[in-house]
């Protein structure tokens, strides 16, 4: 008998992944804080197909509805997590506002005319979640969460909003922010009943601009943190001192078996390695 394919969004492993066609069409955002333009920000669409006679150019921009959004990071609304759900299509890319909070979902169907599908304003994520900030998108099976960096008045730790596939909102998604200080980036390895999250500094700190001083008074983070992904509560926190000062982005290998992450600490200039050592314990330097 034949084997049936799977059709499900993503790839069922790192090589299949690495063996797959190139992609033809890049998105990345472009935004106008700190410029004293007052325009909105965009996500841009790039052909990036060496065929094309359009290789390398910008050939839609996508403006958001609104002026000062400042656009951050983005994601797809399924990935490689979900592959065996044939009803899942990765077609959607989150796109959040990281001063307003808002959450752009926009169609990709049209890879190279992108367009709104819905906008979930900060406004109501404050109201109902009291967070603010979003960072992070991941997706999770058919569910989303993102990382959101301030409550609903810009103080730290804030949290993790939990979207479901029609986009609405479900709630927060963690039981516990446990003695976390502040919020960032995070990634899991679910073979591993893992998470682990990075810290920046609360949105009441880093809107007006980085201050270097604040380092010093403890307001920028210097710690990571690791879940039991189940249960949604932090277990154990890595204290990375001067050697981690500022860890920002948070990555697993791409082997879902392998328990070996990095985070670079942005101020240190330093990459800090993660894993579990033999006995089970995590370990890091």
Same mark, same amino acid.
């Given at each position: 008998?034949?084997?049936?394919?799977?059709?499900?969004?993503?790839?069922?492993?790192?090589?299949?992944?690495?063996?797959?066609?190139?992609?033809?069409?890049?998105?990345?955002?472009?935004?106008?804080?700190?410029?004293?333009?007052?325009?909105?920000?965009?996500?841009?669409?790039?052909?990036?197909?060496?065929?094309?006679?359009?290789?390398?150019?910008?050939?839609?921009?996508?403006?958001?509805?609104?002026?000062?959004?400042?656009?951050?990071?983005?994601?797809?609304?399924?990935?490689?997590?979900?592959?065996?759900?044939?009803?899942?299509?990765?077609?959607?890319?989150?796109?959040?506002?990281?001063?307003?909070?808002?959450?752009?979902?926009?169609?990709?169907?049209?890879?190279?005319?992108?367009?709104?599908?819905?906008?979930?304003?900060?406004?109501?994520?404050?109201?109902?979640?009291?967070?603010?900030?979003?960072?992070?998108?991941?997706?999770?099976?058919?569910?989303?969460?993102?990382?959101?960096?301030?409550?609903?008045?810009?103080?730290?730790?804030?949290?993790?909003?939990?979207?479901?596939?029609?986009?609405?909102?479900?709630?927060?998604?963690?039981?516990?922010?446990?003695?976390?200080?502040?919020?960032?980036?995070?990634?899991?390895?679910?073979?591993?009943?893992?998470?682990?999250?990075?810290?920046?500094?609360?949105?009441?700190?880093?809107? $007006?601009?980085?201050?270097?001083?604040? =380092? *010093?008074?403890?307001?920028?983070?210097?710690? &990571? #943190?690791? +879940?039991?992904? /189940?249960?949604?509560?932090?277990?154990?926190?890595?204290?990375?001192?001067?050697?981690?000062?500022?860890?920002?982005?948070?990555?697993?290998?791409?082997? $879902?078996?392998?328990?070996?992450?990095? =985070? *670079?600490?942005?101020?240190?200039?330093?990459? &800090? #390695?993660? +894993?579990?050592? /033999?006995?089970?314990?995590?370990?890091?330097?």
């Amino acid at each position: 008998m034949e084997k049936k394919i799977c059709c499900g969004p993503g790839f069922s492993s790192p090589m299949e992944a690495m063996n797959a066609p190139k992609e033809k069409i890049l998105y990345t955002i472009a935004i106008y804080t700190g410029t004293g333009i007052q325009k909105p920000d965009y996500l841009a669409t790039i052909d990036c197909d060496p065929d094309s006679v359009d290789y390398g150019k910008v050939i839609h921009r996508l403006e958001m509805p609104g002026i000062g959004d400042e656009l951050h990071h983005m994601g797809w609304n399924a990935c490689s997590s979900c592959h065996g759900n044939t009803n899942l299509e990765r077609r959607y890319l989150i796109v959040p506002g990281v001063r307003t909070s808002n959450l752009h979902i926009v169609d990709c169907k049209d890879e190279r005319k992108p367009k709104i599908h819905k906008v979930i304003s900060g406004e109501q994520i404050k109201k109902i979640t009291n967070l603010s900030a979003p960072h992070t998108v991941h997706c999770l099976g058919s569910q989303i969460i993102i990382s959101m960096l301030g409550d609903s008045k810009g103080n730290a730790p804030g949290g993790y909003l939990q979207l479901d596939e029609n986009f609405e909102i479900v709630g927060r998604w963690e039981k516990s922010m446990g003695k976390i200080k502040f919020g960032y980036d995070f990634w899991y390895q679910p073979r591993h009943n893992i998470m682990v999250s990075s810290e920046w500094a609360a949105p009441n700190t880093f809107m $007006p601009g980085f201050d270097l001083e604040e =380092v *010093g008074h403890l307001k920028y983070g210097r710690e &990571i #943190h690791l +879940w039991d992904f /189940e249960k949604r509560e932090p277990v154990e926190t890595f204290y990375l001192g001067e050697d981690g000062l500022i860890p920002l982005e948070v990555r697993f290998h791409h082997n $879902p078996e392998s328990s070996h992450g990095f =985070v *670079g600490a942005a101020l240190s200039a330093n990459i &800090i #390695h993660w +894993w579990k050592n /033999e006995l089970g314990k995590w370990e890091w330097e």
